[in-house]
């Protein structure tokens, strides 16, 4: 399968990928070998057959809804790349 | 000492013939010596691991010791460990520093054991020859101009260059199982659920399962005891009740026939077109081994198993992309000098932060995780492993564990693969079918193909088969001493 260059454009920018020219390109021909590889599964028949997502069919576990988190907001925030007061800062997203 | 099993070295500790201080101080000096060369280690703390060996020390002292107290061993850098940097091969997360223990790593802290340091791995264990680490590649300790495998890579590399008793891989694809047979050593993936996957950190949720590497099945098993365990904060942790995977390893046997009657199933697809005549050579040789040992060999087939490759850069990639997505400059991990506004922050710390392979795997996910292509790749594939699945429980009706190579050729040389992904992918060709069906797999040391290089020997057992497996495997060892063939360097 040969993807274009859009097609590579649009996936960067949903997996919040700055990318540029050189790299697209780069990229779009190694993609379209390894879906190349992909597109083999299209030939099989899987008409009734169940998508198995694990190996074990378990059901999720629930937990008692109580806390058990005690709060290390500061040894959390000491691996930050920036905090200012206890928040953790970013650039302003509201004018 | 460095030729001693974990069970002697335990024996010499608690006789107190030898201090964990002293073990750890050889080690470590070891390290020291080799490390420059190999880069298997990518975060040391001497400091913190001697403290470790002064409590277990303190602890053989009072006769309340473990079977791991005071031995040293290697960690995975995918395994948060408090106040270790846990930087998982990528500049992402060259400075954090972990503010809590994986279960695993709190498993080995409970047993005493202590921490050498963490080892070199592909990025976000995401590669077949540890070539995508942002550290560096690994150098295999046979030939320091090949590869070690992937992705635990630095693992494999410190365990045959006896720069740890054993040490901790993961497994994905095949990243426990193809390093452990590049590099000469034994590696076990426990079937999944067996090992908490929390405090690991995630690439592909419904496949990585935490494993033992080290010298023999021996120590493998003592290993798995430590890190096995349900744990309540992976959701997928099985409660099971607590095993001595030891436990067959010592039952008497029936002579020089320890295996009678165990049935060995060899399938047709994994001796077909595409393995090395060398590697092939060495596997039919042990399976010979395993006949005089009283097995019986019964042709099975896995006719979904080619598949196996395509579905999986269906699913791991999809997973890895919504688990990555957690990236993003904000409470931790890399974050870029400059940017315009919150997008042009993401996009060029998460450009910045991840390396090639790493994208491309992100790239591939969101790709097939997008509106109107989820159907046919990501349903498809999960359709897929069913049938992938279901071949394995067929093929198990007929026989009690699965033999073939581990790997398709020796290790090969640095930078051979480094510009083509799928040949580098289909370097797990034999190793994925397990993950994606859940099973136990291993590889062990079966001897030697051209250029002196290791060959490995897979073992697939059956759900929650892995003391049988590892049994399978020790009296192979008993046998034989490829295990105990040990690099010059």
């Known amino acids: 399968m040969s993807l ?3 097609d590579v454009e649009k996936v960067a920018r949903l997996a919040r990928l700055a990318m540029t020219a050189p790299e697209i390109e780069s990229a779009r021909a190694q993609l379209s070998g390894i879906f190349d590889l992909i597109a083999e599964m299209q030939a099989v028949d899987t008409e009734g057959i169940e998508p198995m997502s694990h190996a074990q069919d378990l059901s999720q576990r629930l937990r008692d809804d109580v806390v058990t988190e005690t709060n290390q907001r500061e040894a959390f925030q000491s691996i930050a790349p920036q905090v200012e007061a206890g928040l953790y800062l970013v650039p302003k997203v509201i004018e | 000492m460095f030729e001693s099993s974990l069970k002697q070295l335990g024996d010499a500790l608690r006789a107190r013939k030898i201090s964990s201080v002293e073990l750890t101080q050889l080690y470590l000096d070891r ?9 298997a280690y990518v975060t040391l703390n001497p400091e913190a691991s001697l403290a470790q060996a002064r409590a277990a020390d303190e602890r053989l002292a009072t006769g309340a010791a473990d079977a791991l107290t005071g031995i040293p061993l290697a960690q995975k850098d995918i395994f948060c460990a408090k106040g270790w940097r846990t930087a998982c091969g990528s500049k992402m997360l060259e400075n954090f520093v972990a503010p809590y223990d994986a279960h695993v790593i709190e498993q080995f802290n409970r047993a005493g054991a202590v921490n050498l340091g963490k080892t070199n791995m592909d990025e976000f264990a995401m590669g077949s020859s540890n070539e995508t680490s942002y550290f560096g590649a690994v150098k295999n300790p046979w030939d320091k101009t090949r590869v070690p495998g992937g992705s635990s890579g630095g693992t494999a590399a410190a365990v045959a260059a006896r720069l740890c008793a054993a040490a901790t891989g993961t497994d994905t694809g095949g990243s426990i199982r193809q390093p452990a047979a590049l590099c000469g050593i034994s590696g076990l993936k426990p079937t999944y659920g067996v090992c908490s996957r929390y405090g690991m950190i995630a690439f592909a949720s419904s496949l990585d399962q935490a494993g033992p590497m080290g010298r023999s099945a021996e120590d493998l098993a ?10 309540e904060r992976d959701s997928t942790s099985l409660q099971r009740d607590k095993k001595d995977y030891a436990r067959d390893l010592n039952k008497p046997t029936n002579g020089d026939k320890p295996l009678a009657g165990l049935r060995i199933g060899l399938p047709r697809e994994f001796f077909a077109e595409g393995l090395s005549g060398d590697v092939a050579r060495a596997v039919e ?3 010979e081994e395993y006949k005089k040992l009283g097995a019986v060999v019964v042709d099975i087939s896995l006719p979904n198993s080619r598949l196996a490759v395509p579905v999986y850069y269906v699913l791991a990639p999809a997973e890895a992309s919504s688990n990555l997505s957690r990236f993003d400059g904000v409470r931790y991990g890399h974050r870029a000098p400059d940017y315009a506004d919150l997008a042009d922050m993401y996009e060029k710390s998460r450009a910045q932060g991840f390396g090639d392979e790493v994208k491309r795997r992100i790239m591939i996910g969101t790709y097939v995780l997008s509106h ?4 046919a790749y990501y349903i498809k594939a ?5 049938l992938i699945a279901h071949d394995f429980a067929e093929a198990f009706r007929q026989c009690d564990v699965i033999m073939g190579p581990t790997s398709p050729s020796t290790a090969f040389k640095l930078d051979e693969k480094g510009d083509d992904p799928v040949q580098m992918y289909l370097s797990d060709i034999y190793t994925i079918a397990v993950n994606l069906a859940g099973l136990p797999g291993m590889s062990i040391p079966c001897g030697f193909g051209d250029n002196d290089m290791p060959v490995g020997l897979q073992i697939v057992g059956n759900y929650f088969d892995e003391a049988r497996m590892l049994n399978v495997a020790h009296q192979y060892q008993l046998a034989t001493d490829w295990h105990s063939r040990a690099p010059q360097i």
């Open chain 2, 222 to 231: 003592l290993m798995l005891n430590a890190m096995a365990g349900f744990d």
């Open chain 2, 285 to 287: 040789a042990a399976i």
């Open chain 2, 372 to 375: 109107g292509y989820y159907d």
């Open chain 2, 31 to 39: 390290i020291a010596g080799q490390n420059p060369e190999l880069n």
């Open chain 2, 382 to 386: 999960q359709k897929i492993r069913r």
């Open chain 1, 4 to 6: 274009t260059t859009q």
